[in-house]
């Protein structure tokens, strides 16, 4: 097709161009650009401008063709003085206007701004997808001829396809918006909970605990894994957040991966994704941890009960920083930090075979051992006035503090828990307290004799018996009977929780409850009830 109105047309070629177009990732600014260069391809004109809808006008926002001066680029109109573009925006078509249309219709929308000869070629293409209507296309030419009909139905449909490419663009800003919102709600929420904070490390009393918060912040300047190692509660998750904070990606994601509270089945896709239909329930793709921590930090929580196999591919994650989501072949790039956490031994782990000495060996180039509580009772004061503050602000108890007599009751616990249960005895504390002091009396746990004596349980009270009555059992707390019973369960299902024949299933739990459950009670997961099988 080709006249002195239409340029030359390549069939297909140009079909593809113009659906690259409306698909591409341009901004709005380059979509135009781009959207213009395609036009002079197939039609001519003199000029040929974008005008997008604000607020009632219409405003010139891309210009193309000799005529397009400065002057057009900052052109606007009221769309109210304009009832032949109105028109064409409601019914939605592209319309060439004649020489009649000049003389009876409205004015020339570049009236005052080009000097274009009366009954010049003219048209107008509305910009409309979907529901929208963004503006107008307008095409002019000095020569007074009409744009034949076939050249008018041909650019209407490149209206479409630009309105489309615009709408997605536009789409596209919003959802980067929206992530962005979601992404500062996310960390203003933290902030507020306190959970950005890094907590008693560096302002720590126990020189271990300064050592092991200088290490960690110079390790977190590099992309080295670290290996975080720990009794359960004692602030692992804390730590590999503030090597986060402390590193150059620190505005970038953090994301964890608790491999213990995943079943073995899931865990591949949870950590390098899958596409859709890669198995039963896999609708669409998705996106692993791997993915979504791209630029930042991974940290594999757990790492010790990662099923073998699948330490296989995690290796090559690490040392190749690729991998394939599970059922596609296609190899994704990731660049993340790696972390691991873990309370188990991995070398015991190792020598019963349930642990890849390779993995181990690159996960722990920088090894960091968290004590205990109760090698660091001089945070005691520290660590009782943080916690009660950090829980303040969740609860609204403010100012609470703990006496000097309490705080004496405390360094005689031997904390099995951890940093988590001494958290969880001043939330109780503070419940059942009604001033703001808490004294030894406000603390339920047992002291250091009584721990040694029966391990498991925490004794709420001893109830005295009464003259010639024989000695009562001591009363014990809801958590300490659960704590113990879930242990004789664990014994007897030898570690195992999932499953039939597993410990959520003889106590009538969801795997998951339990595994939280566990965790809350500070029950370390489970090697001390596995039976080497080889
Ligand atoms: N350095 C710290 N200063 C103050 N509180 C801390 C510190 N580290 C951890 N905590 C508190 O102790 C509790 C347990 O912390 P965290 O979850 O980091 O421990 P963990 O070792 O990862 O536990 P688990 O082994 O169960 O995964 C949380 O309430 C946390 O806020």
Not at 39 to 62: I, P
């Amino acid at each position: 097709m080709q006249d002195d109105l239409t340029g030359t047309i390549n069939g297909a070629k140009d079909a593809q161009d113009l659906i690259e177009l409306a698909t591409a990732e341009d901004s709005v600014g380059d979509l135009l650009r781009r959207g213009l260069d395609w036009l002079t391809r197939v039609v001519r004109f003199d000029l040929a401008t974008v005008f997008l809808l604000k607020e009632g006008r219409l405003v010139s926002v891309a210009a193309r063709g000799p005529l397009a001066n400065a002057k057009v680029r900052q052109h606007s109109l009221k769309l109210s003085e304009f009832p032949s573009l109105r028109h064409a925006l409601e019914t939605r078509r592209a319309k060439a206007f004649t020489e009649e249309d000049h003389a009876h219709g409205d004015g020339d929308p570049f009236d005052g701004v080009l000097d274009l000869p009366p009954g010049h070629s003219c048209m107008v293409v509305p910009l409309c997808a979907g529901e929208r209507c963004y503006g107008v296309l307008s095409l002019d030419r000095a020569e007074c001829e009409t744009y034949p009909q076939p050249v008018v139905d041909l650019v209407e449909v490149y209206g479409q396809m630009l309105a489309t490419a615009l709408q997605s663009a536009e789409q596209r800003v919003t959802f980067e918006r929206l992530h962005r919102q979601d992404h500062e709600h996310a960390k203003l929420l933290e902030a507020q909970l306190g959970g950005d904070s890094e907590g008693i490390l560096e302002t720590s009393r126990s020189p271990v605990m300064r050592d092991l918060a200088r290490r960690a912040r110079q390790v977190a300047e590099t992309d080295t894994p670290v290996l975080i190692t720990g009794e359960t509660g004692t602030g692992k998750e804390r730590l590999s957040r503030a090597i986060h904070r402390w590193s150059s990606r620190a505005d970038q994601p953090f994301v964890t991966l608790n491999c213990a509270a995943i079943p073995a089945g899931l865990l591949e896709s949870e950590l390098f994704g899958h596409v859709k239909g890669a198995f039963t329930g896999a609708t669409k793709d998705r996106a692993g941890r791997f993915q979504m921590a791209h630029g930042g930090t991974l940290l594999l929580d757990e790492v010790g009960e990662l099923p073998f196999d699948l330490q296989a591919k995690l290796l090559r994650a690490l040392q190749e920083k690729t991998f394939e989501p599970v059922g596609s072949d296609k190899t994704v790039r990731a660049d993340v930090r790696i972390l691991a956490a873990t309370h188990v031994d991995l070398q015991q782990a190792i020598a019963q075979k349930r642990f890849r000495e390779d993995l181990y060996y690159r996960l722990s180039v920088f090894p960091l051992r968290l004590p205990p509580l109760r090698e660091r009772r001089e945070d005691l004061p520290q660590l009782c006035d943080f916690l009660l503050e950090e829980q303040s602000r969740r609860t609204g108890r403010r100012g609470m503090r703990v006496t000097p007599a309490g705080l004496a009751r405390l360094e005689t616990y031997e904390w099995p828990g951890n940093l988590r249960e001494l958290a969880n005895a001043l939330e109780r504390a503070t419940i059942l307290t009604r001033g703001n002091e808490l004294g030894p009396e406000a603390f339920d746990m047992p002291t250091r004799g009584a721990v040694a004596a029966t391990p498991s349980v925490e004794p709420v009270a001893s109830v005295a018996p009464a003259a010639g009555e024989p000695k009562l059992a001591p009363v014990l707390t809801l958590a300490a009977v659960q704590r113990e019973h879930i242990l004789r369960v664990l014994t007897l299902t030898r570690g195992r929780v999932y499953g039939e024949g597993g410990a959520a299933a003889l106590l009538g739990l969801k795997p998951s409850t339990l595994q939280s459950r566990m965790k809350k009670l500070g029950i370390a997961r489970l090697e001390q009830f596995v039976v080497d099988e080889a």
